[in-house]
């Protein structure tokens, strides 16, 4: 199993829908995580972390973590074509809870 | 700007040739990361320093990469002998020692290579 598995998509939601992301992680990654977003040719940008159990909200996007489920999730609420980008889930690293493991990516594609 | 900064932003080498990248981390930043990217793939990681001690490479980082961060503030990443498959984007990050919120860790807006 990857450190970090996400399913590279594209996934197409329509203007204002909301936007579902999902991430799986192994033992090998810590309890931290965090949601980038990625513009095509440009660097990732955070979005939002997560550390503990449930949901934290922040404007129209949800991080959810599920540790028992070993699953990670972002949801984006009022999707916006602005929103069309990569979005990478990312892990701490368990051993020096320093460095990130990435997952390959969800492209995701905001439609009008 | 008080951000990640990397230079160059693009660099064309050819095969070959050496090329060397630098970054200035956030200035109360103490750990500065080095990732790589490539097409349709997340960042991969290849090294860190926690000031100015390398702690940690990946099995990723041959011998012809080596990085440098010698006083424990800007940081260098060296390719030499350049070969095609070292084209990618180099992506430098840095955060602070503390936990959770406090070590979260910001990209600089990456160094394009392409060796030809």
């Known amino acids: 199993q990857k450190e970090v598995e996400q399913n590279s998509g594209p996934l197409s939601v329509p203007e204002g829908a909301i936007a579902s992301l999902n991430c799986t992680y192994s033992?090998?990654?810590?309890?931290?995580f965090f949601w980038y977003r990625q513009y095509s040719g440009k660097s990732p940008e955070l979005i939002m972390s997560i550390y503990s159990n449930g949901d934290k909200e922040d404007g129209r996007f949800t991080a959810q973590l599920n540790k028992a489920s070993q699953y990670v999730s972002l949801l984006i609420r009022d999707s916006q074509p602005s929103d069309s980008a990569t979005y990478l889930c990312a892990g701490r690293d368990t051993g020096t809870a320093s460095k990130l493991t990435f997952g390959t990516g969800t492209r995701l594609q905001v439609t009008l | 700007d008080t951000g990640v900064s990397q230079d160059p932003r693009h660099k064309i080498t050819k095969r070959g040739q050496n090329v060397t990248f630098r970054c200035d981390p956030i200035s109360e930043h103490n750990r500065l990361y080095w990732y790589r990217q490539t097409l349709g793939q997340g960042p991969e990681f290849l090294t860190y320093?926690?000031?100015?001690?390398?702690?940690?490479k990946s099995r990723l980082l041959s011998d012809r990469f080596s990085a440098e961060r010698p006083k424990g503030s800007f940081s260098t990443l060296e390719i030499q002998r350049t070969e095609q498959g070292d084209s990618a984007m180099y992506l430098c990050?840095?955060?602070?020692?503390?936990?959770?919120?406090?070590?979260?860790?910001?990209f600089g807006e990456g160094s394009w290579l392409t060796v030809v």
């Open positions: 320093f926690q000031n100015e001690a390398q702690l940690e």
């Open positions: 990050a840095s955060s602070s020692q503390g936990t959770n919120s406090g070590n979260t860790i910001y």
């Open positions: 033992d090998r990654v810590s309890q931290s």
